[in-house]
């Protein structure tokens, strides 16, 4: 697993982060504002779907280790903005105190369980710290007023979903292929695809040259391998088909 941020660090950035998804959501025109980065949602649709994603989250780690997930709630929540924000503030509060009490090493399901992320509490409160982070971005872009993501967060959230969701020991489906991604911050990393799986990692001194990479701030490139940005958004060398592959990838494990 590459760096991360500790456990402590993880769940006080779920709160800050949900304190300003709120924000953006209380700051939007209204609930059927349409979300662009997430075409077809209305900013209803976001709330709704972050918010019972914390419920569900917290049912998962509350159970402990297991071969499948308990069943999401699916209750509608309530369509006027303060009752649905004190819910959604109900599901924040549900999730943190479940993780809290579980403390970082509770096993639990997880759908990356076979790849760098911990099946545990710990990889769970990193997951939602950036499922938060960029849902966040949604709701602000909803609301039209976009504020910068804090840099360090952001390069956690690279190496996150790299751990996350590009890695897996199925095997890729084409020609062997590395990729680098170069944060501005000065942080860099490494996938390899090849027939043993997608394995991330940092960025070796003496790495060989890639057969493509993509460089740009670290909030670029989450919101790039988030789906928000393209690579049109990024400066990319090399081969850029080995990025298309890798995004229309769905591996079977």
């Not at 709330?47 to 989250?57: A, S």
């Not at 999401?72 to 819910?87: G, H």
């Not at 027939?195 to 070796?204: H, I």
Request: charged share 20%; hydrophobic share 45%.
């Amino acid at each position: 697993m590459t760096d991360s941020l500790q456990y402590s660090a993880l769940l006080q950035l779920i709160d800050e982060r949900s304190a300003a998804f709120r924000s953006a959501v209380a700051a939007a025109p209204g609930l059927d504002a349409p979300v662009p980065s997430c075409p077809e949602w209305t900013l209803f649709d976001l709330v709704h779907h972050l918010g019972t994603g914390q419920r569900w989250w917290a049912a998962i780690v509350a159970a402990g280790p297991a071969e499948a997930p308990p069943a999401k709630d699916a209750a509608e929540p309530p369509r006027d903005l303060d009752t649905l924000l004190a819910w959604y503030d109900d599901s924040h509060e549900l999730l943190l105190n479940t993780l809290r009490e579980a403390g970082p090493e509770r096993e639990c399901w997880a759908w990356w369980s076979a790849g760098l992320s911990p099946a545990n509490a710990r990889g769970v409160a990193r997951r939602r710290v950036h499922e938060v982070l960029v849902h966040t971005y949604d709701a602000q872009l909803a609301a039209g007023a976009v504020q910068p993501m804090p840099a360090d967060v952001a390069i956690d959230g690279v190496a996150e979903f790299l751990d996350t969701c590009n890695s897996t020991p199925a095997a890729w489906p084409h020609e062997p292929a590395t990729i680098h991604y170069h944060a501005a911050e000065g942080r860099s990393w490494l996938l390899t695809l090849d027939d043993t799986g997608a394995w991330p990692a940092p960025l070796p001194h003496d790495a060989a040259p890639p057969s493509a990479s993509a460089a740009g701030t670290a909030e670029q490139l989450l919101l790039f391998v988030w789906g928000r940005l393209t690579l049109n958004d990024l400066t990319i060398q090399g081969d850029q088909q080995v990025f298309e592959q890798l995004i229309a990838w769905e591996p079977e494990e």
